[in-house]
């Protein structure tokens, strides 16, 4: 079982302003911020953004993504529509992934440190 989720940032304001609008989509919240990062989830923290502790610059791993559920398809593209209005980038828009499975409906985008999220549902509606 996974604890919590950490991806790097260069700049914490930055990374703040994003994903605090991007992950209220999803039900998640602010639950702390300290000087390295912020820290995000419903009860205890699920997701980290914080600056490397070994000083170096933040940068994502290829292959690397975090994908969240999501409640349905108006959801998933809340989540795209919210993260591109806030920085974010365009990696894969709204829509079923049958390569996956007959009803994965996911979006995928990057956050303004180019670290690759989705949103997906299983769900019809």
């Given at each position: 079982m996974i604890h919590h989720l950490s991806l790097g940032t260069n700049d914490v304001a930055r990374a703040r302003a994003f994903y605090d609008a991007v992950l209220a989509v999803l039900g998640l919240r602010l639950i702390k911020q300290d000087a390295g990062g912020i820290h995000y989830g419903t009860g205890d923290i699920l997701l980290s953004l914080v600056t490397p502790v070994d000083g170096r610059p933040a940068a994502p791993g290829n292959g690397v993504h975090v994908a969240f559920q999501a409640r349905d398809q108006a959801m998933v593209r809340?989540?795209?529509?919210?993260?591109?209005?806030?920085?974010?980038?365009?990696?894969?828009?709204?829509?079923?992934?049958?390569?996956?499975?007959?009803?994965?409906?996911g979006a995928f985008v990057r956050d303004p440190d180019g670290n690759k999220i989705e949103a997906v549902t299983h769900s019809a509606g």
């Open positions: 809340a989540f795209h529509g919210t993260a591109l209005a806030h920085g974010g980038s365009e990696d894969g828009p709204p829509g079923l992934r049958p390569e996956y499975n007959a009803h994965y409906y």
